[in-house]
């Protein structure tokens, strides 16, 4: 099987040499290609270069079952997602008028909203529906670009309702053309069968929750809320010194609403990532500087939820490697289209569109533990690409916030 796509106005984000990472600098030096080509063998790529190079001339057409002509359009390795929710029941519009009308995120869930609401809806929901509603949502972010993408739990909160999510993540890994990892997040918040037991629900997810979910090897990633009154640092630690020893690897949700020290648990547990960021502080920085952590931000959610702004210029300025993902969930960001989070990290952040897109693409990967094989355009990494409609440059993609610019997706080699 055999993949050519030809005439290419722009190939975006190509490396001679896989980098793991970009941090600092790095992610502003973004490397393109005009008037090229790119040649996929099988489910992956094995050349790229300009039209009148010799490579491209050396292509045995015999071979080539497809071929795409992209006069006039720009080329993008898919989009990769490190952070989404997008196994829930049903929605929550109603806490979205509730905020409109003043009530805060924290005050929503006082009343029983949040995460509790959707805990709720969950567990009346069987498999069979979470996951028919859940592939609307994957084709959905699969039609806009995305190649990859990590799936949390969370929203069961008993070891039932956590297997329950888990086993639906597995059956969309199973079925559907992209990369899936699978977080647990069983410390998404406290039950309200363990209101004023905290410490109780922590020995339920490390006695029985942690060992089940190892056992069908239905995860890949241990993650909690770091947050003001949901789970303290030291409570992470405490999960993430038991999630270890089953191979699960930490993730944290950051400093989204106050600081709370995720960071700096994140840091101490050896997490992949630390995700949000809305008070990151110099010391934070600090830390991740002297980590292999990925700083990932969710700037639907920020914006969803009308949130201070992480402090993205600080961080890239101060060397780190920043990530960009959506947190597609039904109550702080109902969308898992990484076109518009790279519009928003570009007006919002004041992060280059070439920022914009190694944080989409590598920097998100790496989040997933998936960068040696996804995220760029390089030789031996798996053939996900999107050809967009004709436009002038890479720029019009966060320019053009609200447009639809996608014309083909090319995943594991083949056009869909």
């Known amino acids: 099987m055999s993949l050519l796509i030809k005439n290419i106005r722009t190939l975006v984000h190509t490396e001679s040499e896989i980098h793991l990472k970009y941090s600092g600098a790095e992610m502003a030096a973004i490397q393109t290609i005009d008037n090229a080509f790119v040649h996929c063998k099988d489910d992956k790529i094995s050349s790229f270069g300009k039209m009148d190079s010799p490579q491209f ?11 795409i002509d992209a006069t006039g359009k720009h080329v993008f390795p898919s989009w990769c997602d490190s952070h989404t929710h997008i196994v829930y029941a049903g929605n929550r519009e109603q806490e ?14 006082s009343r029983g909203g949040g995460i509790l609401n959707s805990a709720n809806k969950l567990r009346l929901a069987t498999e069979e ?4 509603q859940a592939m609307v949502r994957i084709n959905e972010i699969i039609s806009q670009g995305t190649g990859c993408v990590e799936i949390k739990s969370g929203y069961g909160l008993t070891l039932e309702s956590e297997l329950k999510m888990l086993r ?4 969309i890994k199973e079925t559907v053309p ?3 990892k699978a977080t647990f997040l ?3 918040a406290v039950p309200s069968e363990y209101k004023g037991n905290k410490a109780g629900y922590l020995k339920l997810l490390i006695d029985e929750m942690l060992p089940a979910i190892a056992s069908e090897k239905l995860a890949d990633y241990c993650d909690i809320f770091c947050e003001q009154n949901y789970f303290t640092a030291e409570e992470a630690i405490q999960l993430f010194e038991a999630s270890n020893k089953y191979g699960l690897i930490p993730k944290v949700h950051a400093e989204q609403l106050s600081h709370s020290g995720g960071i ?3 840091v101490k547990s050896g997490a992949i990532s630390v995700d949000h960021l809305e008070f990151i502080n110099v010391n934070d920085i600090a830390a991740l500087k002297s980590s292999n952590t990925m700083p990932v931000i969710l700037p639907g959610a920020q914006f969803f939820l009308s949130l201070q702004k992480p402090a993205v210029r600080q ?6 490697p920043v990530a960009i993902s959506s947190d597609f969930n039904p109550g702080s960001c109902p969308s898992g289209n990484i076109n518009q989070m790279i519009s928003l990290a570009c007006i919002l952040y004041k992060m280059t569109p070439e920022e914009a897109i190694i944080a989409s693409t590598t920097n998100s990967a790496y989040a997933m533990g998936l960068s040696k094989s996804h995220g760029s355009i390089a030789v031996g990494k798996k053939a996900n690409m999107f050809v967009t409609k004709e436009i002038p440059s890479y720029n019009f993609i966060p320019y053009s916030f609200g447009s639809v610019l996608i014309d083909t997706i090319v995943l594991n080699g083949k056009k869909i």
């Open 96 to 109: 979205f008028v509730d905020r409109i009308k003043g009530l805060t995120y924290e005050e929503i869930f």
């Open 57 to 67: 001339h050396q292509l045995d057409r015999t071979e080539i079952e497809t071929t």
């Open 315 to 320: 961080m890239i300025d101060a060397g780190l």
């Open 186 to 188: 069983g410390a998404h």
């Open 264 to 266: 700096q648990a994140g």
């Open 168 to 171: 639906v993540i597995k059956h």
């Open 129 to 132: 529906e979470l996951y028919v």
């Open 178 to 180: 992209i990369d899936v």
